[in-house]
């Protein structure tokens, strides 16, 4: 099984294929992750269902207080910073004052990199909470997954570990007006014997048109690149990437592939 946890609140900055020199930051504990999501592919490993009540997050105070360290010895040192990334042991927006860190961090953004961007890696489960979605439209970079057009797709690959509805996800991914990126996870593999392939339709066909209702600004579109806690999975080429994007371009919508 697969493994990777954070074990600090601010990290790096390291480099990230889709966001340059990112400044990492993690809301979550350092020893277990927890998320609403228990993807096949995901690096830090499974989630424990009783992971989303059985841990307290860090304070808000102590939060800022990394993140605002972490930035002035960068400065001091004249490391680059180009975004200042949520991402983490798990989904940032599980936290219960996200959208009180994001109103404190722009500020802090502002004084010491005024130049970086902030970005939120989201699953987009919890954009059912009205703050949270104020919060991720408040950032540059608010990169909201959807990895699947179907139900069941999106059942099969991410595994949520509570209630969620992909049609309650678009209607909220489209409220954002476009102001987003969409990053969606392409592979194939096989789940308790069943094989899978997102690429292919009925799935396929869906998720384009769920994308193309969504508009948003730019599409990421990305295979594996890390271990994964799940075995027979199917990491895509850049050739079949390519393919797939250039039917997202085909849509008027910016594309890249990683």
Known sequence: MSTFLWESIAFGPIHSRRLGHSLGINLLPIDVK????????CECGWTLEKSLTAREYYPVEEVLQAIEYK???CR???????????????EPTLHPHFD???????????QYYPNAV??????????????VRAA?????????????????????????????DIEEIVEHLESF???????????????????FDNSEDPNFSQWLQRVVDI????????????????????????????????????????????
């Open 100 to 110: 009180k860190i994001i109103d404190r961090l722009i500020p802090l953004r502002d």
């Open 177 to 195: 007006n476009g102001n987003l990126i969409i990053q969606s996870m392409f592979l194939s593999g096989e789940k308790e014997g069943v094989p």
């Open 215 to 258: 508009r948003p600004r730019k599409v990421m579109v990305y295979s594996l690149d890390r271990e994964t806690p799940a075995l027979q999975l199917h990491k895509f080429d850049k050739e079949k990437l390519e393919v797939i994007a250039e039917k997202v371009r085909a849509k008027g919508i910016t594309t890249e592939t990683y």
């Open 34 to 41: 927890i998320c609403s999501f228990n993807c096949l592919y």
């Open 71 to 73: 930035l002035i010895r």
């Open 136 to 164: 991720l439209q408040r950032i540059e970079n608010p990169l909201l997954k959807l990895d699947a057009g179907t139900q069941e797709m999106l059942d099969t690959i991410n595994a949520p570990i509570v209630p969620v």
């Open 76 to 90: 001091d040192n004249n490391v680059p910073v180009d975004s200042i990334t949520f991402s983490g042991n798990g």
């Open 118 to 131: 902030i970005s939120c890696l989201s699953n987009a489960t919890q954009l059912t909470r009205p703050e």
